[in-house]
């Protein structure tokens, strides 16, 4: 019999799998049923367009079984099932490579990030000396045994199975001292930890638990009759199978919403913010949305993903679907359940379907009026949302021709020079002295630095506050803002502030015209490296300044000539 070798990657992973002293060892169990979860769901969605397959949804289950004479643990599906190229592709190799780069990248200690992202199936190897797979897949005519000890490799060979789907038989490892496997053979250990983790998966987690009842008592039993017990085993279902976005919110406590979100989503640190909603009229639909509290590594790249789980009236039909989210909200994270829908619907169709539009529109309005909420009751977690996730809702003012503005302009926060903390444009606009006509900014590398401008004393010294802009983004999205409130957004580095008084102005005027010599002299000596040589009536501590004029400022040019063409 062959041995495979797993892919390297897999192997290193696998090695710190088996070896890692990784506390949180119980949410192989999870990870396990939430495969057979998947499972189920794909033979069922499978089920509604191929009518030879011949299942209802009540027919898909997953069961669970300890043995303690074997010290073995079988989880038993009927989905959708593995052929034998599947076995090798879906095992052999590690689906979430990106957990890996995570862990060099940060170069942690912390084995915890293991579990945190979910290595699904691979987690099996922290309670298991050996895991075996028996599957058969939709419509093969044979089932397959893959086998694995651990990093070694794993043999692949034919096997016996009446029924679709697939048993994963764990032989746990041996207790030592300090590790205890054996509590994955009790049953109230499994069936609390089905209900810690998996109560929300929509398919029946069945197990047989031995209980003990009282015998009837005999029609001929005496006075000193003593009540006696046996014992029987009973198929229990462990889950209540209530999705966690049905369950009414008073009813969910705040860490049952986190630890979905921490298990689904496959983040590690708790949500910033929980969004439920449940919308009847054009668009009837359940959603359970989440503010992630920290950015995911690779959210600002080519690889990041955006998307909603979509649910048909509680069966999953997209894992992923992009046509939820404005990319300006692509970060947040969740599950929409809608009954419109119907179940047997395409990709394609999907992204013409009427119904997507007004669900997207919806939701978008929805997302929108929590941040604000956030912003006004909970600063200081807005401000770390701002802190995670600004730079792309920026991006969103400037994308698309300044389409969203209007609805985004309101979340924008900028570092006030005169406040020295973040501020809204709300709150800018609010404290504006009379007389005071636009709002200032300076957009440069560091906040010290801008401040010290001269232009910036000039704006501070009439009383006027300034907004520091370091991100390359801001005089993009300003720009596209063009004003707030309609106070006129003014760049303090792109010419004339017009902040001088009258007298100022005389006086610049008439030294104008007596140094003109002096000032065409200067201009040469420059040699074409400034347009022009002018007083400035209100420069403070400074001799000189440097200003530009038209459209683009000293800055956007740095950012544009960064840019690949
Ligand atoms: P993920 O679930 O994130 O894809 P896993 O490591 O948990 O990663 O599983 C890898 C793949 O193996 C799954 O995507 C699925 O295709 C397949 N798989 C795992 N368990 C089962 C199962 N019980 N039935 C069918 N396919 C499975
Ligand atoms: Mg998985």
Not at 438 to 453: N, Q, S, V
Request: with cysteine.
């Amino acid at each position: 019999m062959a041995m495979h070798q797993f892919k390297a990657e897999s192997k290193k992973l696998l090695d710190l799998m088996i070896n890692s002293i990784y506390t949180n060892r119980e949410i192989f169990l999870r990870e396990l049923i939430s495969n057979a979860s998947d499972a189920c769901d794909k033979r069922y969605f499978k089920s509604l367009t191929d009518t030879s397959i011949g299942i209802t949804k009540d027919d898909l289950k997953i069961h669970i079984q300890p043995d303690k004479d074997s010290r073995t643990l079988t989880i038993t599906d009927n989905g959708i099932g593995m052929t034998k190229e599947e076995l090798e592709k879906n095992l052999g190799t590690i689906a979430r490579s990106g957990s890996l780069d995570f862990k060099t990248e940060n170069q942690s200690d912390n084995i915890d990030i293991i579990g945190q992202f979910g290595v699904g199936f691979y987690s099996a190897f922290m309670v298991a000396k050996k895991v075996t797979v028996i599957s058969r897949a939709q419509g093969a005519d044979t089932a397959w045994k893959w086998e694995s000890t651990g990093v070694e490799g794993y043999t692949l060979t034919e096997a016996d199975k009446e029924d679709v789907g697939t048993e994963i038989i764990l032989v746990l490892k041996d207790d030592t001292d300090t590790d205890k496997y054996s509590e994955y053979l009790e049953d109230y250990e499994l069936a609390n930890l089905v209900k810690k983790y998996s109560d929300y998966i929509r398919f029946p987690i069945t197990m047989y638990r031995e209980k003990s009842r009282q015998k009837p008592k005999p029609e001929d039993a005496g006075d000193d009759y003593k009540p006696e017990y046996e014992t029987y085993t009973e198929l229990e279902t462990l889950n209540s199978m209530v999705p966690i976005w049905k369950r009414p919110k008073n009813e969910v406590k705040d860490e049952d919403y986190n630890e979905f979100y921490k298990n689904k989503f496959m983040d590690y640190t708790d949500p910033l913010r929980v969004i439920t909603s449940r919308t009847e009229g054009t668009a009837t639909y359940t959603a359970l949305l989440f503010i992630p509290g920290s950015t995911p590594y690779d959210y600002y790249t080519k690889e990041y993903e955006k998307g909603l789980a979509l649910y048909a009236s509680g069966v999953m039909i997209m894992e992923k679907c992009a046509d939820l989210l404005p990319d300006y909200f692509s970060f947040v994270k969740g599950v929409v359940d809608s009954e419109d829908l119907s179940l047997n619907i395409s990709r394609e169709t999907l992204q013409k379907d009427n119904q997507l539009k007004l669900m997207r529109n919806s939701l978008e309005k929805k997302i929108k009026n929590e941040l604000h909420a956030m912003l006004i009751n909970d600063r200081e977690k807005y401000e770390t949302f701002w802190k995670n996730f600004g730079r792309q809702i920026k991006f969103g003012i400037y994308g698309d021709y300044g389409m969203h503005k209007d609805l985004l302009g309101d979340l924008l926060m900028f570092y006030s020079a005169k406040e020295k903390k973040l501020v809204t444009l709300d709150e800018y606009v609010e404290k504006m002295p009379e007389g005071q006509k636009c709002i200032y900014f300076a957009a440069g590398d560091d906040t010290d630095r801008l401040g010290k401008l001269p232009n910036a004393q000039l704006v501070l010294s009439k009383g006027y506050d300034l907004l520091l802009c370091t991100e390359d983004v801001d005089e993009f999205c300003l720009q596209m803002m063009r004003d707030y409130k309609e106070k006129e957004f003014k760049n303090i580095n792109s010419g004339d502030l017009g902040l001088e008084t009258e007298d100022e102005k005389k006086a610049a005027e008439a030294a104008e015209t007596e140094n003109k010599d002096l000032f065409e002299e200067i201009k040469k000596d420059l040699n074409g490296k400034v347009k022009e040589v002018k007083v400035n009536p209100t420069l403070q501590e400074h001799p000189v300044t440097l200003s530009a004029e038209g459209g683009i400022s000293m800055e956007m040019e740095k950012v544009l000539r960064r840019m690949p063409n």
